[in-house]
């Protein structure tokens, strides 16, 4: 007797249904894409007992006829692709012609669709994949899917659902995505009769991140703004002090479509390397535009990984893009105090209202719920601190490529002649011309990374404790800081800018070479990446094996200068052909190491008339948040929490 069966129709669709649909999530996920496929400009989702016993997804978009409806829910039926060639070609998101069969098969559906062009709508009724009813019905333009008793005819499925928040929290996050995809829509999602959010559909990224995720989050962002070789990119990442604690904040978007990127990820968070600490992950709604042959997105539709044909093309075009709006932005330091404090006090602009004007076609009613009509509506949204026009790739790329190109006339990042004042600072005082100068350990010259001349708010020092820690009244704030990490920062950001500004940072000859012997590999990349450790201080020659290196970095001694360099090498030949090893990185990296070097050490006692040069350079730079390793230099305490400490408060 042959072992082999031919599956029944039915049994094949409820295989099929189990890859595409698993939970509640990937229903919404199938139903929401086909809503945005079918054009719809407004989209409502809705879910009950965390989508188990009813999904319902209505949009305005092209609706289907009276034939095509019970057609629509076939295997293999889908009105997006005819042949193989369309497959290669396909933009829209849904495209096995398998979600709604897939999805009948395992729940009870009713859809209710009407085309512009009919005078009635058309009702399809099915349970467990049996149409049990089909009818014309006075609808609205446009599509509703109702799905209940998910799973309900499949109880090896329903045994694997979570419990009911759960399962809501992951639709959730699901729509936020869809909905950050489509800025250009508005989308409403309701968990249980309540507005959980609910977007204008203006094609504001912003407003979209506001109406997702707050007024908070959306005026701690900085935007995103890019184009390397082809590769766009542009969106919203959060400053230096909105971050989170995982990667679940990190959305990122190919060609509108949202996917996970081990290589975007891993651009963003090394350009955020001094700017966060690294326990903390940046933030993103990052949207990449690219030539879409060059992006292998998996056919199955519930992968989100993907890979690109040239993946440190993605790498640099990210890396450069974020990092162009860190360094672009100006604003005061944000000194966290554990809670997040602003310093920049938003202006109480409304610039956000959210919009209510869709159809929100609503001809299916989910039977007996608890209807809670009162919606629950966000403040509108203060404008967000200025955020500076982000410079382009080209020019940033020149001002990170000092080697071989003229000296350009400003500098980026704390260099002195772009520090502006701001506003919301009425008292300022100059710092004086004749400042004492903090010199550090094997260090020569006195290291200067603000102007004389640099604008800083009125401050007092109060003075110091435990030998680390500074403490400065500022503006009715009391700023707590840490010596040796902000040091740390000012001694890079200088070298940073003398770097731009001269190609390289201060070296220091050495009488006596020090000789170093070195492998082949080595001693390869020594004689090719000669430019980029000339930039970072140092010089050499190669003889065979051995490397007699001829002057280091000024800030270092002879022994931390050739370690450093033989940890680069190091890092240079395992960086071949990598993405993540850049020139760029690697010497930042690099200047993150010498500064700390030659950073004062929290613990010493040094000349009060140091510490109040220190403290004049943290009042005068921008956005000192964190210390090169992603430390935070400075805490600050308002007034009202001290006050609060004393019940002068409530
Ligand atoms: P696919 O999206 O891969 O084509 P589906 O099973 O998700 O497969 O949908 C089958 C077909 O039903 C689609 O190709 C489309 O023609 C139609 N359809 C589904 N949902 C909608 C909708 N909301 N509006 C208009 N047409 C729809
Ligand atoms: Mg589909």
């Excluded at 790498?315 to 860190?326: Q, S």
């Amino acid at each position: 007797m042959g072992k082999i069966n031919v599956l029944g129709f039915e049994i094949a669709n409820l295989i099929a249904a189990g890859e595409v649909v698993d939970r509640p999530a990937s229903v919404l996920k199938e139903l929401l894409e086909n809503a945005v496929d079918a054009g719809g400009s407004h989209i409502v989702a809705e879910i009950r007992h965390g989508g188990v016993s009813a999904i319902r997804v209505s949009d305005d978009g092209c609706g289907m006829t009276a034939e095509d409806l019970p057609v629509a829910i076939r295997r293999h039926a889908t009105s997006k692709i005819k042949d193989a060639e369309d497959l290669a070609a396909i933009m829209t998101l849904g495209f096995r012609g398998e979600a709604l069969a897939a999805i009948s098969a395992v729940s009870d559906i009713t859809i209710v669709t009407k085309t512009q062009d009919a005078p009635m709508g058309t009702m399809l009724v099915a349970k467990g994949g049996e149409v049990t009813e089909l009818c014309e019905v006075g609808a609205a333009e446009g599509t509703t899917v109702l799905v209940e008793n998910l799973f309900a005819h499949v109880p090896a499925r329903r045994k694997f659902l979570k419990k009911d928040a759960t399962e809501a929290m992951a639709c959730a996050a699901l729509v936020e995505k869809v909905a950050m995809s489509h800025p250009e829509i508005s989308f409403r999602f309701l968990i249980d009769g309540k507005v959980k959010f609910s977007t204008a559909g203006d094609g504001e990224v912003k407003n979209v991140l506001y109406a997702l995720y707050g007024r908070d989050f959306a005026s701690r962002l900085l935007k995103v703004e890019g184009e390397v070789d082809g590769v766009t990119v542009g969106g919203y990442v959060g400053r230096s002090d909105n971050s989170h604690g995982n990667r679940n904040m990190q959305n990122v978007f190919i060609n509108g479509r949202f996917v996970k990127s081990k290589t975007v990820m891993a651009a963003l968070e090394r350009a955020y390397t001094s700017y966060m600490a690294p326990e903390r992950f940046p933030v993103c709604a990052l949207y990449l535009e690219l030539d879409p042959a060059h992006v292998d997105v998996n056919v199955h539709p519930a992968k989100l990984e993907v890979r690109f044909s040239d993946e440190k093309k993605i790498f640099e075009g990210v890396y450069w893009a974020v990092r162009a709006a860190l360094e672009q932005s100006t604003s005061r330091p944000e000194m966290t105090v554990g809670k997040q404090l602003s310093w920049n006090k938003p202006p109480a602009t409304a610039a956000f209202v959210p919009v209510e004007k869709g159809p929100a076609p609503t001809q299916i009613k989910i039977p007996p719920m608890v209807q809670k009509p009162q919606e629950e509506r966000r403040e509108p949204m203060a404008t967000a601190p200025t955020l500076t026009p982000t410079a382009s790739i080209e020019l940033l790329n020149k001002l990170h490529t000092p080697r071989d190109q003229a000296p350009l006339p400003t500098g980026t990042l704390g260099s002195p002649d772009e520090l502006k004042p701001m506003e919301s600072r009425p008292v300022v005082k100059e710092t004086p011309k004749e400042v004492p100068t903090v010199v550090a350990p094997a260090q020569e010259e006195p290291y200067q990374a603000s102007a004389p001349g640099a604008i800083i708010p009125e401050y007092r020092y109060v003075g110091q404790a435990f030998n680390t820690y500074l403490f400065v009244e500022v503006e009715g704030e009391l700023l707590v800081i840490d010596q040796h990490a902000a040091h740390e920062r000012i001694l890079f950001e200088e070298m940073l800018s003398r770097q731009k500004r001269e190609g390289r940072v201060g070296s220091q000859g050495l009488l006596l070479p020090i000789t170093v012997t070195l492998p082949p590999t080595e001693m390869g990349v020594a004689r090719e990446g000669r430019g980029e450790l000339e930039a970072i201080g140092f010089t050499y020659e190669c003889r065979d094996a051995t490397l007699s290196i001829t002057s280091i970095p000024d800030a270092l001694t002879p022994k931390e200068a050739s370690d450093m360099l033989k940890g680069i090498l190091g890092e240079m030949v395992e960086g071949t052909g990598t993405p993540a090893a850049t020139e760029s990185v690697r010497r930042e990296k690099a200047l993150y190491q010498i500064a700390c070097k030659a950073a004062i050490k929290g613990g010493r006692i040094y000349g009060e008339a140091q510490l109040i040069h220190l403290i004049e350079q943290v009042l005068s730079l921008p956005d000192i948040t964190v210390c090169p390793h992603g430390r935070p230099i400075a805490y600050r305490l308002t007034k009202k929490e001290l006050d609060k400490q004393f019940d002068r408060i409530k």
